[in-house]
């Protein structure tokens, strides 16, 4: 099965395993990923302005090459989906948004002949491991299962949130990551603040408030048993290594794939 797929800019640089071992998992679990040519950075935030399309714009070509490869669009990266399916969603709800943007976007010398309106199928990496793989299978593949590591899942605010366009998981009591953690041998640790901010967007405003709030995070995982937090977000796993005030380890959900898989260097 092939997929298109959008690494972002983070993938490349700070969170490389991230990338490195989606890639690598994918092949063993019969996914191939197509990165996109020539992509740029996702905007970084999705700014809910109606009249501001210029930091869209890369989504949108992103979404418009998949459509035209005939492949659904997979993201790794919390904040670079997050961006991509809203403004996925905002392509297909909103048409004076759309007609904004398509008619920039389709101007002689901007390299795409067709208008988009939404078509590309948007999945994370998680989902594609849910939805299209399956866990079952997952777990079949498993060579070294995480017996006996007690792992929490950190999912933040950008996987769920907005819930009613995300659409991955229940936002208040989301399982994807348990289910994932399970698939691959592990115990999954559920506490309070699995879902809440970091801080991630405030560190460089107000890093104590930030530390504050990646350090209640870390300690209400450590409470509740976790050996290690998983995460598919880097900004969350920068906050909470650089600014959290707790040495719980938070590692890549996709590092932790590999060590299941067998494959991790």
Same mark, same amino acid.
């Given at each position: 099965?092939?997929?298109?797929?959008?690494?972002?800019?983070?993938?490349?640089?700070?969170?490389k395993?991230?990338?490195?071992?989606?890639?690598?998992?994918?092949?063993?679990? %019969?996914?191939?990923?197509? +990165?996109?040519?020539?992509?740029?950075?996702?905007? %970084?935030?999705?700014?809910?302005?109606?009249?501001?399309?210029?930091?869209?714009?890369?989504?949108v070509?992103?979404?418009?090459?998949?459509?035209?490869?005939?492949?659904?669009?997979?993201?790794?990266?919390?904040?670079?989906?997050?961006?991509?399916?809203?403004?996925?969603?905002?392509?297909?709800?909103?048409?004076?948004?759309?007609?904004?943007?398509?008619?920039?976007?389709?101007?002689?010398?901007?390299?795409?002949?067709?208008?988009?309106?939404? !078509?590309?199928?948007v999945?994370?990496?998680? +989902?594609?491991?849910?939805?299209?793989?399956?866990?079952?299978?997952?777990?079949?593949?498993?060579?070294?299962?995480?017996?006996?590591?007690?792992?929490?899942?950190?999912?933040?605010?950008?996987?769920?949130?907005?819930?009613?366009?995300?659409?991955?998981?229940?936002? +208040?009591?989301?399982?994807?990551? +348990?289910?994932?953690i399970?698939?691959? %041998?592990?115990?999954?640790?559920?506490?309070?603040?699995?879902?809440?901010?970091?801080?991630?967007?405030?560190?460089? !405003?107000?890093?104590?408030?930030?530390?504050?709030k990646?350090?209640?995070?870390?300690?209400?995982?450590?409470?509740? %048993?976790?050996?290690?937090?998983?995460?598919?977000?880097?900004?969350?796993?920068?906050?909470?290594?650089?600014?959290?005030?707790?040495?719980?380890?938070?590692?890549?959900?996709?590092?932790?794939?590999?060590?299941?898989?067998?494959?991790?260097?």
């Amino acid at each position: 099965m092939k997929f298109s797929y959008f690494p972002g800019c983070t993938l490349k640089t700070k969170a490389k395993q991230l990338d490195v071992y989606a890639r690598k998992c994918a092949e063993v679990l %019969g996914i191939t990923l197509e +990165e996109i040519p020539a992509w740029q950075c996702c905007g %970084g935030v999705f700014n809910a302005s109606r009249d501001e399309i210029a930091s869209k714009l890369s989504a949108v070509r992103a979404l418009s090459a998949a459509r035209d490869a005939g492949q659904p669009l997979v993201s790794v990266c919390s904040a670079c989906h997050n961006v991509i399916k809203q403004t996925n969603a905002a392509m297909q709800d909103d048409g004076e948004f759309a007609s904004h943007v398509n008619h920039y976007l389709t101007q002689p010398g901007q390299g795409q002949a067709e208008p988009y309106y939404g !078509e590309t199928e948007v999945y994370h990496y998680l +989902e594609l491991l849910r939805d299209v793989v399956g866990f079952d299978k997952v777990k079949a593949a498993v060579k070294h299962p995480l017996t006996g590591k007690k792992i929490g899942a950190y999912y933040g605010c950008l996987l769920l949130r907005p819930s009613g366009v995300m659409a991955m998981d229940d936002p +208040e009591n989301p399982q994807i990551l +348990e289910d994932f953690i399970r698939a691959i %041998g592990g115990e999954p640790v559920i506490y309070a603040m699995r879902n809440e901010c970091c801080g991630g967007y405030m560190t460089l !405003e107000d890093k104590a408030l930030a530390a504050k709030k990646s350090t209640a995070v870390l300690d209400n995982a450590s409470v509740n %048993g976790a050996d290690l937090l998983v995460t598919a977000c880097p900004l969350c796993k920068y906050n909470l290594d650089k600014n959290g005030k707790n040495d719980l380890p938070v590692v890549y959900f996709t590092e932790l794939l590999a060590e299941a898989l067998g494959i991790k260097e």
